[in-house]
Nanobody, 122 residues
């Protein structure tokens, strides 16, 4: 599975960004796609995932109500719409994929895209 993340950038607090994760090399419908983030000096944390088989989603409490994950099966792409951004959302964001149970655990994912940097200024 190959994943290509994009869409990061610099935004002011309260602003919005949309991240994209383009997936290739596997049957898209079989996959769980997750977004993780890692801030300097902190562990990588799971923030959202979507199970393409049934569209079920999961969010970390830190982003619930502000971030929305969505899948476009025609484009083999998963999006993360991030609204009401806060300085504490500043991190490198990664997408990852697995065929199986949806999870927020970093160690459950074998396939990772490169990171995309999100910086939120106060």
């Amino acid at each position: 599975v190959q994943l290509q993340a994009s869409g990061g950038g610099l935004v002011q607090a309260g602003g919005s960004l949309r991240l994209s994760c383009e997936v290739s090399g596997y049957i898209f419908d079989y996959l769980v796609i997750a977004w993780f983030r890692q801030a300097p000096g902190k562990e990588r944390e799971g923030i959202s995932n979507i199970r393409n088989r049934d569209g079920s989603t999961e969010y970390a409490d830190s982003v619930k109500g502000r971030f929305t994950i969505a899948s476009d099966n025609a484009k083999n792409t998963v999006y993360l719409q991030m609204n009401s951004l806060k300085p504490e959302d500043t991190a490198t964001y990664y997408c990852a994929a697995r065929d199986g149970i949806a999870s927020m655990r970093v160690d459950w994912y074998e396939n990772w895209g490169q990171g995309t940097q999100v910086t939120v200024s106060s």
